[in-house]
């Protein structure tokens, strides 16, 4: 290695060392550069001269990938104002690339059935790769308990299933069935423009009956199912609603209740006090539930007084384990 070329193009010495695009670096030594061959460059007001103006490449930008393509890289950049690196959390990051869901919606716990009136809600976890991170809010306007179950297994049967959302609202698919009545596998969307094949996989959810199924295929304007199940007719009718995400996750409301678990993971309770039943309440988790694979959990809501207002909110996101 060595020096030579443009005696006016220099770098300063930072820390007293100088690092190279290959992540060697030139050290000083009594007031002289080592290299890589023994030979010496001599400092000049206590700078280097650098071989020629083309090697200001001592600076090395850093990339990162975001694909998994051979182009799929490009430079980390810095806030301009501050010289920070700019970042977003992992769970901002899944809603942006399509990977987080939720429910939202609320109902009435005690309507002209007296106290001790209960809603239960079943999850499923998919058999594959995917964790899911949960987070969840549920409030009251007057007094409840709530429980959250572990492998929960027998009874649990009856329900309809739960219509599953994407937050970032441009990653997935949305619709309305232009087709005939009374169909059971094939939904038609003649304003539709997909990709053929390019749905296989996901699920789609008829938002108006509240049944769903897993995609089989699909063509440009039509998308074919197996059967649709959990839902009011489980069929497609005129003008009925569709969207089509890729979660993986099945809830299902309103089932009996389960014969055992595992484990009882959550127990809450806000309101109980007999001179409080009016005093309602809730309760939320702010630090991510992992849940495990291929695992059923129930979530048990009683009320334990009359007309009581429930609303509730879950968010998730899908991560695939890279260990």
């Known amino acids: ?11 300063t010495l930072v820390d007293s060392e100088v690092s190279l695009v290959d992540n060697s670096t ?3 030594v009594d007031s002289e550069v ?3 061959d023994n030979s010496t460059v001599t400092l000049v007001d206590s700078e280097v001269a650098l071989a020629d103006a083309s ?15 051979d182009d799929d890289i490009d430079e980390i950049r810095i806030d301009a104002s501050t010289n920070v690196l700019s970042v977003i959390d992992y769970a901002h990051h899944e809603v942006h690339s399509g990977s987080h869901y939720y429910i939202q919606g ?6 002209n059935l007296g106290v001790d009136d209960t809603l239960r809600v079943k999850l499923v976890t998919p058999n594959t790769d995917k964790w899911i991170h949960l987070l969840y809010d549920i409030r009251s306007t007057k007094a ?5 179950d572990e492998v929960a297994t027998g009874g649990m049967t009856g329900g309809l299933r739960v219509t599953i959302h994407a937050n970032n609202r441009a990653k997935c698919y949305t619709g309305i069935h232009t087709g005939a009545n009374d169909q059971a596998t094939v939904l038609t969307d003649s304003t539709a423009n997909y990709t053929p094949d390019a749905l296989i996989g996901r699920t789609i959810y008829n938002t108006t009956d509240g049944s769903s199924a897993i995609i089989i295929d699909n063509d440009v304007t039509t998308i074919t199912v197996a059967a649709l199940v959990g839902g009011t007719g489980n069929e497609w009718d005129t003008g009925d609603k569709y969207e089509v995400n890729d979660s ?3 809830l299902t409301s309103g089932v009996t209740a389960a014969t055992t678990y595992d484990q009882r993971i959550e127990s809450n309770s806000w309101g109980a006090d007999e001179k409080k039943l009016t005093i309602g309440g809730g309760g939320s988790r702010g630090d991510e539930l ?21 609303s509730f909110r879950a968010s998730w996101y899908e991560h695939s384990d890279r260990h």
């Open 1 to 11: 290695m060595g020096l030579a070329g443009a005696t006016h193009s220099r770098v």
């Open 26 to 28: 030139i050290t000083l």
């Open 34 to 36: 080592a290299l890589a």
């Open 55 to 69: 090697v200001a490449a001592l600076w090395k930008n850093t990339k990162g990938r975001w694909g998994s393509g």
């Open 106 to 111: 609320f109902t009435t716990l005690g309507n």
């Open 144 to 148: 409840m308990t709530t429980t959250f």
């Open 248 to 250: 993986k996750i099945i």
């Open 290 to 310: 992992v849940l495990r694979p291929n695992t059923t959990y129930l979530r048990t809501m009683i009320s334990t007084a009359e007309t009581n207002l429930i």
